[in-house]
C-alpha cells in the first residue's frame, strides 16, 4: 500500500480487522508528482487476482457477471441494514 501511495503523505494506515483489506488516510503533498503505476499489479475484484491491466474480455467472463452480482447484491444488503 505504502508504493501505491508513495505520492502521497500518508496519515494513518490500518489493516481492515472485519474484512480483507486496509484503511488508508492519505494527503496530497504540496510538490504532488503523479507516480506510474502501469507496471504494478493491482488487485482486480474482475479477476480476483492481482493485474496490470483489464480487457474487454474479462469484463465478460462468468467469473465476473456472478460476482459482480453478488457484490451488488451483499452491499445492498449492507445499505438496507444501516438504514433500518
Do not use: H, W
Not at 474480455?57 to 456472478?66: E, I, M
Amino acid at each position: 500500500m505504502r508504493n501505491i501511495f508513495q505520492d502521497c503523505e500518508i496519515l494513518a494506515l490500518e489493516k481492515d480487522s472485519s474484512a480483507p483489506g486496509v484503511f488508508i488516510k492519505a494527503k496530497k503533498m504540496n510538490n504532488f508528482n503523479e507516480i506510474d503505476l502501469s507496471s504494478y499489479a493491482l488487485y482486480s475484484i474482475i479477476l480476483n487476482r492481482k493485474v496490470k491491466d483489464i480487457e474487454e474480455k474479462d469484463l465478460k467472463s462468468v467469473y465476473f457477471k456472478f460476482n459482480f452480482k453478488l457484490v451488488v447484491f451483499k452491499t445492498f444488503q449492507k445499505i438496507a441494514r444501516m438504514v433500518n
